[in-house]
């Protein structure tokens, strides 16, 4: 796995190991991409419109429990999508909760897909906040905004843009709205044209700020390229078992990761996808 | 380096003495007002009074005091309705499609290519039979009770429902969301079972699994009517007839609810009363519901369930049930020495050795229940002029035609009634043993769910008996 | 057989049944609980009572034990006898202490103890009044490797559902802080730290009152036979004996003192109000769900609608419409505003 990563740096699909440990099979992909959400903002019809399948939907909170999976092509790349079940938020022990938050994190998808209800947005900021603690590569999918505009809420996307560091795309995907543009930005974050800049978290407890640095400090020269230390020191300060277990096996630091090279040719990476 | 990493381990221990219990309360607040600030910078409302007019307008019908329940009724009753006049003819069809030509067909290519006889009559009257007959029964209804169902939910107002009925489900410990897979179950127990996956708190979860197969599925509907028609109706005056036998099967499957909220409540009291619980049900906007995409997916999803159910479980119940009226040893068939060894505890309770003998072989399916039942009759009393011959299920051409060989079954209006108790209140099918399964991966919750209708069945049916014959 | 029979063999079936597994008195709970009593528990319950009374800094002694366990003189002697030569304690003028083996031994008991509690309370919806219980019977069944795997599920606690600190693994402990109920004065505020589990006929009674860890009082009058204070709202009134089991904190900032005590579920449809805080009372999932849905300080709650039966109301929450019991929304604390448009 060393000599692999070693070799492997800039490649999109260096995590591979990591994916076939959860259960992703990466061979003919070059990126994999996640698609969270709070549940009933119609994730699954996005997950619909991007790939063309036809899973069934409904207008409830958690329809989708397993993990779907699915494949499509664009700008001459293979994305890999995967499905993660729709939550509230990423923090608790509960298994859905479990199971979107550790793919964020080991997975390393290339983009993380958040899809939002944009007649809420407030609520599901909550998760979309926890998300960017998480991964740095991400493009928020503004969903249902032509039921935002019948009921007259209007969204600066450019700014919520620059408020948050990622992409906002604002899409109706029931209409098939936007989809387009969803795609075109996927591809620009997963090939490091788009350098996302995510917000962070402001704690404002004083004893968990303190407590959080000191931690992240610690972690920062342990993992000097770890880009979320912040989040794995809140993950620390709650106990979860996963990250100390990353921690003390280190497999960690094969989180690290260097920036992608935006312009590292096609064949390249092509190349490394069939190591 | 590793005493390093164990060394932030150990300072995250001791930190949290620091930091104290309850960070988790002001993370999520400082979330909240970070969401607040950006919501501040970019969403404006106009008009905010008058967002979701339409939605507040409908709502406060849909809830009313004196509205709400009667358009619930109402809308429930037309998709039944709905179901049960739109599937009649389909399932006629398909029935003398796969039952009747398809069936025919495949006999004389076998005879044609002289297949011999045990092979011919365990594949085709046993497993393709039982296949065909779950299909015909199944596939109509499902295919047009769950696309109703769909564009209710697709719309948003299923929600509205669990809102309504919540008063009456927290009373027995369980969740408004419950009446939805309740309501689910009537067309079939696998798929309510599914459904309660929008129920989001793990006790009321279980609960309203283990209850859904309380709830009347279509495999069993045409049993209790069946057997109403020729039992009950048969007490009362002729123009009396339908309106009392419908009585007796809407009386059942009320029994049936009834009993699910009983057990809920029992449940939720007993062995439930540790499992965590939580409350909450968003009412989600209205939503056009996208009619054909629905009818699509929807009408796609169930066939292939029906289809799946069938091959898997039917196929080889259809095996088991042509084998042991076929397979003899010293001249006595299977079928006859567990009729005969199981008789004695089943007139105990007021039924007799072929229904139990039925239900156990028929655990895959209970379509196929009656037509198992008429088949083992004959073949056990040896009547003469009826049926198709041993372990080939069949059903007869009129009422009279089967009331006449149940009677000579030794059918009484008691086994009628017994009948129709013990179909409402036994094991759930198979598909839906494997689906709770599935669904808990519990062992325990699996059995749990599996035996407690049994077990209350089992109970009812002897009080029943005893108390009848008490008079 | 004829019906009667039948009946009457049913019956008596029945009743059988019901003897032998009837729940806490039947035959098979009796059973249970007696082969639980074996010398590890005797051991470790001696231990925890030798714990705790060093804990309060008080005297043990022989008769105490026996007095704690409920066992003859007889036995304790013998248990005694047996931990002595275990080395777990040392005795000095029939006064019993703990070696340091000892310690660390009741403090991993304990730490499974408060462990259990605490999962209890936040993962189950077991009833506060059988924490206590259950945990006294599964102290003695987990290793030390199944505690640290419980404790990790829960993600590490360092407070129990009473307000106890859960001993770590290495068995470390912080000293006790607080005051008892009993010594507040007239006017002081506090927040409830501690409420002491046992004996168990004092604890229901406290649980009764809906008192609870994370309580903020005020009292209203202290005197010798009685003390009467204000919980959230509600005023409660307490024998000296049973304040005595109550620890809390004094709370001097005037800015940290909750002053409105107005519930959500006083809400009426069309009204609006502003969050203050979630009562300690809402713990594990249910607590996590309700912030999750945005029900944290700050946040603005109008009620929307009431369903046909009048006992659920539908509220907008950041733009969502929810649902919640009356069960949930007496626990959140909230103040009304004006609707200004």
């Known amino acids: 796995m060393n000599s692999f990563n070693a070799n492997c740096e800039n490649c999109p699909v260096h995590n591979a190991n990591n994916l076939v440990k959860l259960g992703i099979d990466m061979k003919d992909f070059d990126f994999v991409i996640a698609l969270a959400g709070n549940p009933n903002t119609g994730k699954s019809t996005v997950f619909n419109a991007l790939t063309g399948l036809r899973q069934h939907t409904g207008n409830w909170p958690g329809k989708t429990v397993t993990r779907a999976e699915g494949g499509f092509e664009f700008n001459g790349h293979k994305y890999k999508i995967v499905d993660l079940p729709g939550t509230y938020s990423l923090l608790s022990t509960s298994t859905d909760e479990e199971v979107a938050r550790n793919f964020i994190l080991f997975g390393q998808p290339d983009v993380t897909v958040i899809v939002a209800d944009a007649t809420r947005l407030e609520r599901n900021l909550n998760l979309i906040l926890q998300v960017l603690e998480i991964?740095?590569?991400?493009?928020?999918?503004?969903?249902?905004?032509?039921?935002?505009?019948?009921?007259?809420?209007?969204?600066?996307?450019?700014?919520?843009?620059?408020?948050?560091?990622?992409p906002v795309v604002p899409t109706a995907a029931r209409q098939k709205e936007g989809i387009p543009d969803l795609l075109q930005y996927i591809d620009e974050v997963a090939t490091g044209k788009y350098k996302c800049k995510p917000r962070r978290i402001k704690k404002r407890d004083p004893k968990l700020q303190k407590a959080i640095k000191l931690l992240s400090n610690e972690l920062k020269q342990l993992f000097p390229n770890l880009p979320n230390t912040e989040w794995v020191a809140l993950r620390l300060l709650e106990g979860d078992q996963e990250i100390i277990k990353a921690i003390?096996?280190?497999?960690?630091?094969?989180?690290?990761?260097?920036?992608?090279?935006?312009?590292?040719?096609?064949?390249?990476?092509k190349e490394k996808v069939t190591i | 380096m590793v005493n390093k990493k164990e060394e932030i381990v150990e300072l995250a221990n001791n930190l949290r003495w620091e930091v104290g219990g309850n960070f988790h309360d002001s993370l999520m607040e400082?979330?909240?007002?970070?969401?607040?600030?950006?919501?501040?910078?970019?969403?404006?409302?106009?008009?905010?009074?008058?967002?979701?007019?339409?939605?507040?307008?409908?709502?406060?019908?849909v809830t009313n005091k004196w509205t709400g329940f009667p358009i619930m009724f109402i809308l429930l009753a037309i998709v039944f309705w709905i179901t049960v006049q739109g599937s009649n003819y389909p399932s006629q069809l398909l029935s003398s499609l796969l039952v009747g030509d398809l069936y025919e067909t495949l006999k004389g290519f076998s005879h044609s290519l002289a297949i011999p006889q045990w092979i011919d009559g365990l594949l085709i009257d046993g497993g393709y039979l039982a296949m065909a007959w779950v299909i015909s029964v199944m596939l109509p209804p499902m295919a047009i009770f769950f696309p109703l169902f769909t564009l209710l939910e697709d719309f948003g107002y299923l929600?509205?429902?669990?809102?309504?009925?919540?008063?009456?489900?927290?009373k027995a410990g369980a969740h408004g969301k419950q009446a939805l897979t309740m309501s689910m179950g009537f067309g079939c127990n696998a798929a309510g079972v599914i459904a309660t996956r929008v129920i989001d708190s793990p006790r009321e979860r279980l609960i309203a699994i283990i209850t859904n197969n309380f709830s009347l599925c279509n495999g069993r509907w045409p049993t209790q009517i069946l057997i109403a028609t020729i039992f009950i109706g048969g007490l009362v005056p002729a123009n009396l007839a339908g309106i009392i036998s419908a009585g007796a099967v809407v009386g059942v499957a009320v029994l049936g609810v009834v009993l699910s909220l009983i057990t809920s409540w029992g449940l939720s009291k007993t062995v439930l009363k540790g499992e965590a619980s939580t409350f909450?049900?968003?009412?989600?906007?209205?939503?056009?519901?996208?009619?054909?995409?629905?009818?699509?997916?929807?009408?796609?999803?169930?066939?292939?369930?029906?289809?799946?159910?069938?091959?898997?479980?039917?196929?080889?119940?259809?095996?088991?049930i042509w084998s042991v009226a076929n397979i003899h040893i010293d001249g006595i068939s299977l079928a006859d020495y567990f009729i005969n060894w199981i008789d004695p505890f089943a007139i105990l309770i007021g039924l007799n050795g072929i229904i139990l003998l039925a239900y156990v072989i028929a655990i895959p399916a209970n379509e196929i229940v009656i037509p198992t039942i008429l088949m083992l009759t004959v073949v056990h009393f040896g009547l003469h002029g009826v049926g198709a011959g041993a372990g080939v299920m069949f059903q007869t051409d009129s009422l009279s035609a089967t009331k006449q060989l149940l009677e000579a079954?030794?059918?009484?209006?008691?086994?009628?009634?017994?009948?129709?108790?013990?179909?409402?209140?036994?094991?759930?099918?198979?598909?839906?043993?494997?689906?709770?399964?599935?669904?808990?991966?519990?062992?325990?919750?699996?059995?749990?769910?599996?035996?407690?209708?049994?077990?209350?069945?089992?109970?009812l049916c002897f009080l029943v008996a005893q108390i009848w014959q008490l008079f | 057989m004829n019906p009667q029979t039948a009946l009457l063999i049913f019956g008596m079936g029945m009743l059988l049944v019901m003897f032998l597994f009837y729940p806490e008195k039947g035959i098979y709970y009796r059973w249970k609980k007696a082969i639980l009593s074996t010398e590890r528990v005797l051991i470790e319950d001696a231990l925890k009572h030798l714990y705790d009374c060093e804990y309060r800094k008080v005297n043990c002694t022989l008769q105490s034990i026996a007095g704690n366990l409920e066992i003859s003189s007889d036995k304790a002697a013998k248990l005694v006898q047996r931990l002595e030569s275990l080395r777990l304690i040392t005795s000095e003028n029939s006064n019993l202490f703990l070696t340091p083996d000892g310690r660390s031994y009741a403090l991993r008991v304990i730490r499974v103890h408060r462990l259990w509690e605490k999962f209890l309370a936040d993962e189950t919806s077991v009833p506060e009044i059988d924490w206590h219980t259950q945990a006294e019977l599964k102290e003695h069944k987990l290793t030390p490797a199944q505690a640290n795997a419980l404790a990790a599920k829960i993600g590490n606690p360092v407070i129990d559902p009473h307000g106890d600190p859960i001993p770590t693994s290495e068995g470390n402990l912080p000293e006790h802080v607080g005051v008892l109920l009993t010594t507040l004065k007239t006017?002081?505020?506090a927040i409830i730290t501690h409420i002491e589990d046992e004996p168990k006929t004092i604890y229901s009674q406290i649980i009764a009152l809906g008192l609870h860890p994370g309580m903020q009082i005020r009292v209203i009058e202290n005197s010798q036979t009685r003390i009467v204070f204000d919980?959230?709202?509600?005023?409660?009134?307490?024998?000296?004996?049973?304040?005595?089991?109550?620890?809390?904190?004094l709370i001097r900032d005037e800015e940290e003192i909750q002053k409105e005590f107005n519930t959500l579920s006083n809400l009426k449809p069309g009204e609006k109000a502003e969050v203050i805080r979630i009562s300690n009372a809402l713990r594990g999932q249910q607590r996590r769900r309700l912030m999750d849905l945005g029900v944290v300080p700050g946040t603005i709650i109008s009620a929307e609608m009431v369903n046909p039966s009048g006992d659920l109301i539908a509220y907008r929450i950041k733009d969502a419409v929810i649902a919640l019991r009356k069960n949930q929304t007496d626990h959140i604390f909230v103040k009304n505003i004006e609707d200004n448009d």
């Open chain 1, 135 to 166: 991964t740095d590569r991400a493009v928020l999918c503004l969903n249902l905004m032509d039921e935002a505009e019948r009921n007259g809420i209007e969204i600066d996307i450019r700014t919520l843009s620059k408020e948050l560091g990622i």
């Open chain 1, 248 to 269: 003390k096996t280190g497999e960690l630091e094969h989180l690290e990761r260097t920036e992608l090279l935006s312009n590292a040719s096609d064949s390249i990476k």
């Open chain 2, 30 to 61: 400082s979330i909240y007002k970070e969401a607040g600030d950006i919501v501040k910078k970019t969403v404006r409302k106009k008009d905010e009074k008058h967002a979701f007019g339409f939605d507040k307008k409908l709502d406060k019908i």
């Open chain 2, 159 to 170: 929600p509205r429902v669990a809102f309504n009925m919540d008063s009456l489900f927290r």
């Open chain 2, 280 to 320: 909450n049900l968003e009412l989600p906007p209205y939503r056009p519901p996208r009619v054909l995409q629905t009818l699509y997916t929807s009408l796609i999803d169930r066939t292939l369930i029906v289809l799946w159910r069938a091959i898997v479980f039917a196929f080889p119940a259809g095996l088991v």
């Open chain 2, 409 to 459: 079954g030794g059918w009484t209006v008691l086994t009628g009634v017994n009948l129709m108790l013990f179909s409402l209140l036994h094991n759930p099918c198979s598909t839906t043993i494997y689906t709770i399964y599935e669904e808990t991966k519990s062992i325990k919750w699996t059995a749990l769910s599996t035996f407690l209708p049994i077990v209350m069945g089992i109970v």
């Open chain 3, 187 to 189: 006017n002081d505020v």
């Open chain 3, 231 to 249: 919980a959230e709202g509600d005023e409660k009134i307490l024998a000296p004996s049973f304040a005595a089991n109550i620890t809390v904190e």
